[in-house]
Nanobody, 117 residues
Framework: QLQLVESGGGLVQPGGSLRLSCAAS?????????MGWYRQAPGKQRELVAR???????NYADSVKGRFIVSRDNAKKAAYLQMNSLKPEDTAVYYC??????????WGQGTQVTVSS
């Protein structure tokens, strides 16, 4: 059974950095899937933060462009989100998403990121 496990969240001061990791298990052709990071703040809808497809093409929400970097390691079946220059408005639960070629979506359990002084 396919599972995604996020790690790396926590409390950080404004201007700080965090690196989120997402480890996938139970997936055979990891290199063929797209990996995404979403976030959901209290009282708000879940939104796309960053995405990297099977050709390593990336796209980002305007609010994080220039600050966040999404990457993947197909050999490790993992995806990462490097978050720099963090702002209080980045506070949210961050979710890892795996999107297959036939349109199935899988989600991790989420990891809390809190940006506060």
């Amino acid at each position: 059974q396919l599972q995604l496990v996020e790690s790396g969240g926590g409390l950080v001061q404004p201007g700080g950095s965090l690196r989120l990791s997402c480890a996938a298990s139970g997936v055979i052709f990891f290199s063929s899937v797209a990996m995404g990071w979403y976030r959901q703040a209290p009282g708000k809808q879940r939104e796309l933060v960053a995405r990297i497809n099977r050709g390593d093409i990336t796209n980002y929400a305007d609010s994080v462009k220039g600050r966040f970097i999404v990457s993947r390691d197909n050999a490790k079946k993992a995806a990462y989100l490097q978050m720099n220059s963090l702002k209080p408005e980045d506070t949210a639960v961050y979710y890892c998403n795996l999107h297959t070629l036939d349109g199935h979506d899988y989600w991790g359990q989420g990891t809390q990121v809190t940006v506060s002084s």
